[in-house]
Structures are given as C-alpha cells and as structure tokens.
C-alpha cells in the first residue's frame, strides 16, 4: 500500500511538472520571424538619395550580422543557435515611405523586429503601427524618444539633450560668455535640442542670439548662414542633416567668419569633413561616444580589428572612419548580445532584454562608456559623451568623458 501511495505521488508530481511544462511551453510560443534555425530582422533607411549617407547605418548593421554569421550563427538564451536573416529596405529617409517598409516587413516579410531605424520623424512615422502590431522597433538611430511606444521601442545614440548638455557644459568652461548662433532641423530633433540646451544655460552669460530653421531636403541654406553671421554671434551650433552641416561648415570658414564651432555628431563624421575640405574643419569641436578610428590598420585593439575585419568582408560603402557606419556596426553588436540573453523567442522577451540592460558593453564604444537601461525609468541606453576637435587631420578628444546618467530629458 505505501508503494501504491508513494507511487501516487510521484504520479500526481509527475503530471505536475507536465503541466508546468505545458503551460511554460504554451506562455513562449515563439513570435513570428523566428524558427528554430532563424530570425528575422528588418531595417529600413535612406540607402539612396541626398542623405544616403545616414544609410551606412543599415550597412554597419550588415557588416555585424554577416560577421556573426560567418561565424556560426548567434547561440541564443534557449540554447539554441540561429543565423539572423536581415530584410533591408530602401527609404530614402522619407518618414511614409519608412511606414510603408515596416508594414512591408511586418506583414509580409513576418520580421521578428526591426533595429537600426534611422532618423526622429521617421521612427515616430512608425510608432503607431509597431504598438498595434507589436513588433520591438529596437537601437533607433535617433536621439529623440517621444515615447510614443515605449513598451516597444528603444534607442541606442545619446539623446540630442544629452548632446546639448555636454555642448553648454563646454562652452561654460571655455567661452562663458558666448554669443550663439543656431543652425538647427525644423523637426523634434532640433527643437529638443534646443530646449535643452536653453536650460542648460539659464543664469549663466551664455546668450543665443539667432535661430535659423533648415530641413534635410534643402539644397543650400547660403541664405540663413549670412543671416547667422550678421547676427554677431561668435558661436555657431550646428544641428543638421550632413549636407546642409558640411555646408555650414564650409561656409563658416570661407566666409571670413570664423566663429567657434560645434557641430552635432549627425553631421561631423570623417567623410563629411573631407567632401567640405579638412582645412575648412579645422577646429570644430563634436562629440561622440565611439572610439575614433584613424587607421585602416589592424592595432591593438581586437574590437577595432574585428570592425575593419567585417567591414572589408561585407564590402560596405563607407569608409572605415565613418562614424555613421560605426554606429550601425555597433547597433548590429548590441542586437547579437540581445539575443544571446534571449531565453524565450519572443518578441515581450526581447523588449524586457533591451529595457534592462545592465552596463553593457560593446567592441567600438569609448573606453569608459557603457550601455544601461531600466525598465519602467530609463529608456536611454547611452548617457555619456567624449568632446573632440578636429586638427585639420583628425578628431582628438578634450578633457574626458562627460556623464549624464539618469540625466537625459526631452
């Protein structure tokens, strides 16, 4: 009789567990895009067009993904390991033509999430649809979160905010009395700026004393660069898609002058700098929170060369200094270590991933520089800056790094 009760038992703890079993393998259906050998992920920016520039995005992420691939695939938190199958989509950085790739994506193309969307008005294009869908739309190349989408959204470059902190910061130290002139995007990303930075200096002797709107798609903006200049201002602040920045930049120094000049890092890459005339550059002042990378050549350090390695593999078309590029290669390295703490295939347990990222780190970013999150209070992964100025050749940073942890507004 006892081993007829024991036996019970173990019976009735047996059938238990199968319902555990059950019902945990019912709560991680895995989500579309996603098999036991692959996942899909889609992307989506300007790979033509007058910014196609910003499309190197899309081409570093490429480069990364390829590279895991080669490698074997990414064994994932389910101990299962997976190639990742990227759906690149051609938008020109036209925000409806972004909405309608993801739709493409989502519905056709069955994308577990997208990563690396690029630019502010085309990731709040999208907003909308990936909430109702509810698809992660993760590492935004885009310094403003509206939070529109929290729950399904996060970003990867600091917050435009965080950049106009550490630009009043700067000129707090070294021009306390600047007089500033604004070349800025007339969409969120200028505005948010530019808040920010307005708060920034309140009581100090820092005054703006010219605003001048451009947009990505004007052909020149001569017009308000004299307007600037005749301002007085001995500042300029540049926000600005590259063509309209590197053309600030030009004009800055051909014009006679010469004020100091900070340009965000949306138009201060290497390539940039060379199509206006390294000479006309010289002695600009950016930020970035990479590592400057100024040789082709393998180094010392492994995170670098595994980068160039990658980048001459997936044949990119961009050059090996283009900080936009970096980026996309270091968006496609924080989607593989996403995954390898993925322990359900799906997409919540993607978002609870991103959102509660714990100091991470990542081969290109600046040595002291780390990527955090928490879920329900910081949804900015990268809170800190190093300030560079450009000698004419190269970008060499001033002072150190510039932390803004649980700082970060809109």
């Not at 005749?230 to 053309?247: H, W």
């Not at 400057?292 to 670098?304: A, F, L, N």
């Not at 703490?341 to 002291?368: A, C």
Request: net charge negative; aromatic share 6%.
């Amino acid at each position: 009789m006892r081993l007829i009760s024991i036996l019970k038992g173990c019976t009735i703890q047996l059938a238990a567990a199968g319902l555990l079993v059950a019902s945990h393998a019912s709560a991680a259906e895995p989500s579309p895009g996603i098999t036991d050998d692959t996942i899909k992920v889609g992307v989506t920016g300007p790979l033509t067009g007058p910014v196609a520039v910003v499309g190197g995005v899309a081409e570093g992420i490429r480069a990364r993904i390829e590279q895991a691939n080669a490698e074997g695939g990414v064994k994932m938190g389910d101990g299962k390991t997976r190639k990742i199958e990227l759906v690149i989509e051609d938008d020109g950085l036209d925000p409806q033509r972004t909405l309608a790739n993801v739709r493409k994506m989502v519905e056709k193309n069955k994308v577990f999430a997208l990563v690396g969307t690029a630019a502010t008005p085309n990731n709040l294009a999208i907003g909308r649809y990936i909430t109702q869908k509810k698809v992660p739309n993760v590492f935004m190349y885009s310094g403003v979160i509206s939070l529109n989408a929290p729950e399904w959204e996060v970003g990867f470059v600091p917050s435009f905010s965080t950049e106009a902190d550490a630009f009043a910061e700067f000129l707090a130290m070294n021009k306390p009395d600047a007089k500033v002139a604004f070349l800025y995007l007339n969409t969120e990303t200028g505005q948010t700026f530019m808040r920010a930075f307005d708060r920034a200096i309140e009581g100090s002797a820092i005054r703006v004393v010219e605003r001048q709107p451009v947009t990505s798609q004007d052909p020149t903006v001569e017009t308000q660069l004299n307007t600037l200049k005749a301002s007085g201002a001995d500042t300029l602040v540049i926000i600005a898609a590259p063509r309209q920045g590197g053309e600030a930049i030009r004009f800055q120094s051909e014009s006679g002058w010469k004020p100091l000049t900070l340009v965000t890092n949306l138009s201060s890459s290497y390539p940039v700098l060379q199509s206006v005339g390294l000479e006309n550059a010289k002695g600009i002042i950016t930020s970035d929170f990479l590592k400057p990378i100024i040789s082709d050549q393998k180094s010392s350090d492994e995170g670098i060369n595994r980068y160039l390695d990658a980048i001459k593999s997936a044949k990119v078309n961009f050059v090996f200094a283009n900080t936009i590029g970096q980026t996309g290669y270091s968006i496609g390295d924080l989607l593989i270590q996403s995954l390898e703490k993925l322990k359900e295939p799906t997409r919540e347990e993607l978002m609870k991933v991103v959102h509660n990222m714990d100091g991470w780190r990542s081969p290109l970013l600046f040595d002291g520089i780390k990527v955090t999150t928490k879920e329900g209070s910081d949804v900015f992964p990268i809170e800190a800056l190093q300030l560079y100025e450009f000698d004419g050749q190269q970008y060499n940073p001033v002072g150190g790094v510039l932390h803004f942890e649980g700082d970060t507004h809109e």
